[in-house]
């Protein structure tokens, strides 16, 4: 079975504060994905990544950085944490784009509530 | 572009009653269709996934879901609900930029002894 974990499952952190979420998937995947969840609103990607060192855009961007160094790791960055980034924040991971293999893989979430 | 439409951000039933959670897509290929499931606290489970071998597709936990072209739908159903069907449900479609998923914005399901 595909394993994806993410580093924290609930997070507390001030404004201002730079914070780091890890996500690692053990099954050698290309994509990974970061998502944030809000009620009412499903699921909004912010970044995602197809390979090593690659990295594209979501639909939310803004406010967010992330780092692919190794095909497993998959890092999600708030430069400067402020209180409309408290949410649920989901990572996946899928085989390949296209198809059949766009079948994603979640982590268990990170809630981060920023003060 | 490819999109999806879940009618309904909430639906109640009784225990043992008929679970029916709708979804909407457009696409301007062949879907791949996904049903997942997220319990109180977790990430989200695949349910089923429709990849065009069959219309009627079987998923776990006793639920299924019939890709229907004529109408852009892949409902998904459960014949008889249990207490442990509580969670909330998201459809996807497959497309995005890179053949990313797309996602509905959701279905909490709520289950009445």
């Known amino acids: 079975d595909v394993k994806v974990t993410q580093s924290s499952r609930y997070l507390v952190k001030r404004t201002g504060e730079k914070v780091f979420l890890e996500c690692v998937q053990d099954?050698?995947?290309?994509?990974m994905f970061w998502y944030r969840q809000d009620p009412g609103l499903g699921l909004r990607l912010i970044y995602f990544?197809?390979?090593?060192?690659?990295?594209e855009k979501g639909d939310i961007p803004e406010g967010y950085s992330v780092s692919r160094e190794k095909k497993e790791r998959f890092s999600l960055i708030l430069e400067s944490a402020s209180t409309n980034q408290t949410s649920m924040y989901l990572c996946?991971?899928?085989?390949?784009?296209?198809?059949?293999?766009?079948?994603?893989?979640f982590g268990p979430g990170t809630r981060l509530t920023v003060l | 572009a490819q999109s999806v439409t879940q009618l309904g951000s909430h639906v109640s039933v009784s225990e043992g009653a008929l679970v029916l959670l709708r979804c909407n897509y457009s696409?301007?290929?062949?879907?791949?269709l996904f049903w997942y499931v997220q319990y109180p606290n977790q990430g989200l489970q695949l349910l089923l996934k429709y990849t065009s071998a069959a219309t009627l597709v079987k998923g776990i936990n006793g639920f299924e879901a019939e890709f229907k072209k004529s109408e852009t739908s892949f409902h998904l159903t459960k014949p008889s609900a249990h207490m442990s069907d509580a969670a909330e449900y998201f459809c996807?479609?497959?497309?995005?930029?890179?053949?990313?998923?797309?996602f509905g914005k959701g279905t909490k399901l709520s289950v009445k002894p």
């Open positions: 996946a991971s899928s085989l390949y784009p296209g198809g059949v293999y766009n079948e994603q893989f």
């Open positions: 099954m050698d995947h290309e994509n």
């Open positions: 990544s197809y390979d090593v060192k690659m990295k």
């Open positions: 696409s301007s290929v062949p879907p791949y």
């Open positions: 996807a479609v497959s497309g995005g930029s890179q053949g990313n998923l797309i």
